[in-house]
């Protein structure tokens, strides 16, 4: 039955019909040759899913063929298998090269050495990791990420962006922070799938403000304490809860003056948002200190012309 060039032709049983047949006699078999071509067939494959992995190349399950004849014993085998392009995608196409028929009738047929199958790539799962930014109080919960994730493959380009924030926006230490909406950019970001949230820590430390202290003047008494009408501070977020005072303030000297240094202590805040600031417990302002009005008296003394 195999595939051949100039292949004998016995024939047997050779009979005649017609009105006329019976007028001969002749022989009942005889030999020829003709030739027996490969049956042309088409090669199905089978792909394989897989998970990105940041290359072309793709498995095959199964080979076979439309057409063979029942019975026939072949087996497909290929040398290759690869996908268009590495990119995570549903029903891509597959190109299957080297195929090669073997068994006892391979040879009784034709085929192309390659075939077209589709298969999925889909998306490699990683975990995207944060990384809080330590800052300066300012009054919101706002915080500036770092996310990046061990599980890009060398080479792809791949970056991520999400929104982090405090659960509050008080002054602490590693105080937790949540990042959500990361969303991933670059060219090969699509071949990924990830954690749109996370979480990290980070620290809030606090704001220096300096205090500013208004001096009240006063008429000389002979000591150094002075009074202050305001203590306040540059610096702080607007809205903040927040009130200064202090334990004593006292002029340099006791002498009257204008414009004479007051040194305040023991400043203290109290309020919401208190916690918030750094400050120095002492300040410096200016007061004077006016002559004290006296009335000076006389008496004389009697004496001899």
Request: no cysteine.
């Amino acid at each position: 039955k195999h595939v051949g060039t100039a292949k004998n032709v016995s024939v047997s049983g050779i009979t005649a019909s017609g009105a006329d047949a019976g007028n001969y006699s002749y022989n009942t078999a005889a030999a020829t040759t003709a030739n027996i071509t490969p049956k042309p067939i088409t090669i199905n494959a089978t792909g394989v899913n897989k998970v990105y992995d940041g290359g072309t190349a793709a498995t095959i399950a199964a080979l076979g063929a439309t057409g063979l004849v029942a019975g026939d014993v072949i087996t497909f085998d290929n040398a290759s298998a690869a996908f268009d392009d590495k990119n995570a995608g549903i029903g891509k196409t597959v190109t299957v090269s080297g195929i090669a028929a073997t068994g006892a009738d391979a040879g009784n047929y034709s085929y192309s050495a390659t075939a077209n199958t589709t298969a999925d790539i889909s998306r490699l799962g990683i975990t995207v990791d944060a990384t809080g930014t330590n800052k300066v109080y300012d009054g919101t919960t706002a915080d500036v990420v770092a996310l990046a994730s061990a599980g890009v493959l060398s080479g792809d380009v791949v970056s991520f962006a999400g929104t982090g924030n405090f659960a509050d926006k008080h002054v602490g230490t590693a105080k937790v922070v949540s990042v959500s909406g990361i969303a991933a950019n670059g060219i090969d970001a699509g071949n990924y799938s990830f954690n749109t949230t996370a979480a990290t820590t980070a620290n809030i430390t606090a704001k220096p403000v300096t205090i500013n202290a208004t001096g009240v003047n006063k008429v000389y008494d002979g000591g150094t304490a002075a009074t202050i009408a305001a203590l306040g501070a540059t610096g702080l977020v607007a809205g903040d809860v927040i009130t200064f005072d202090n334990a004593s303030a006292a002029f340099d000297d006791k002498n009257a003056g204008i414009g004479k240094t007051v040194t305040v202590s023991g400043i203290a805040a109290t309020g919401a948002d208190a916690g918030n600031y750094s400050y120095s417990a002492t300040a410096n302002t200016t007061a004077d200190i006016s002559r004290l009005g006296i009335t000076v008296d006389a008496t004389g003394t009697n004496k001899v012309y």
